[in-house]
């Protein structure tokens, strides 16, 4: 009927409600500390440098096991870029994101979550990548004796060994740094609840989330 008031749906309701919250924590963040608002946007990059730095590492080693000499500028570029750019995207995705919709509550779930982002994507990304581009590599320019198609996999298990063996201490470090990094964001985020809109009750975002 004409003039019939229409209640929005549930899924409206939730759609309403969660960009609230997403523009109160928005409003909230840019009034925190600059050093807060810095390390909380920055601190994924702290995580990707490292990834990189595996990435490089990962890369030397496994062209020092197949005695590869050739085109060091074309398999670092890769391996300096991709780690990065794959560990920044993540984290937002992840940590960042859901933190600033009110999303990531559980400090527990949040490192968790960094420590999984620094062991996989900062660590052992890096290394599975410069696998296959060193492996091109060899191939292409017979650096290596290469085995036939019934022993492959049981030497590139041989090659990735040592490899894996020297970067085991980086994985242990990514995966501390990431369980760190993601705990003090989440310390942050704890910070922007704790800030009240004027002549607001400070528990009252709590509540809405």
């Not at 810095?38 to 080693?61: D, E, H, I, K, T």
């Not at 794959?86 to 559980?106: A, K, S």
């Not at 894996?164 to 369980?179: D, H, R, S, V």
Request: net charge positive; hydrophobic share 45%.
């Amino acid at each position: 009927m004409a003039g019939e008031l229409i209640e929005p749906t549930s899924e409206k309701k939730v759609h309403i409600a969660s960009r609230d919250i997403s523009e109160i924590l928005k409003e909230r963040f840019e009034r925190l500390s600059a050093a807060d608002q810095s390390f909380f946007q920055s601190g994924s990059m702290f995580l990707a440098l490292n990834g990189s730095l595996c990435g490089l590492v990962a890369n030397s080693l496994f062209r020092r096991v197949l005695n590869i000499t050739q085109a060091r500028i074309v398999s670092a570029l890769p391996m300096a870029v991709l780690p990065f750019i794959t560990t920044v995207v993540t984290y937002e995705c992840l940590i960042n994101r859901p933190l600033m919709e009110g999303d990531l509550n559980c400090a527990t779930c949040a490192w968790i979550r960094g420590g999984v982002i620094g062991g996989v994507i900062g660590w052992f990304y890096p290394i599975f990548l410069a696998l296959p581009l060193n492996a091109a590599l060899a191939t292409r320019y017979l650096t290596t004796p290469m085995p036939g198609q019934e022993n492959m996999l049981r030497y590139w298990m041989m090659v990735c060994k040592p490899v894996y063996k020297k970067m085991k201490f980086a994985a242990i470090l990514q995966i501390a740094f990431g369980a760190y990094l993601t705990s003090k964001s989440h310390e942050i985020y704890i910070k922007m609840l704790q800030l009240p809109q004027p002549g607001e009750d400070p528990k009252e975002i709590k509540d809405k989330i």
